[in-house]
Nanobody, 122 residues
Framework: VQLQASGGGLVQAGASLRLSCAASRRTLSNNGMGWFRQAPGKEREFVAAISWSSITYYADSVKGRFTISRDNAKNTVYLQMSSLKPEDTAVYYC?????????????????WGQGTQVTVSS
């Protein structure tokens, strides 16, 4: 499985961005999917996750601002980010889980994308 993340960029605080994560070589409709991020000098952290049945879960820091969704027909997962803050600046990674539920820890994920940079200026 290959995961290709895209949609990152440089935006001002308060703006919105939508990240996409397209999977190839295998359908992931039965897998939980997640987004993580890593800011400079910090460890990678959980952002959002979605189960095979589209049940979602968010980190407190993004709850109410970010929305994770999936389109199984396109084998793609999205992260809609609104009201962006400078502290959201990070490389964002998508990942496919080993199981079908939503998961918040990295060991639960088997496949990882290459990351896409999001920079939010103040």
């Amino acid at each position: 499985v290959q995961l290709q993340a895209s949609g990152g960029g440089l935006v001002q605080a308060g703006a919105s961005l939508r990240l996409s994560c397209a999977a190839s070589r295998r359908t992931l409709s039965n897998n939980g999917m997640g987004w993580f991020r890593q800011a400079p000098g910090k460890e990678r952290e959980f952002v959002a996750a979605i189960s095979w049945s589209s049940i979602t879960y968010y980190a407190d820091s993004v709850k109410g601002r970010f929305t994770i969704s999936r389109d199984n027909a396109k084998n793609t997962v999205y992260l809609q980010m609104s009201s962006l803050k400078p502290e959201d600046t990070a490389v964002y990674y998508c990942a496919a889980a080993r199981g079908s539920w939503f998961y918040t820890t990295e060991p639960e994920y088997k496949y990882w994308g290459q990351g896409t940079q999001v920079t939010v200026s103040s």
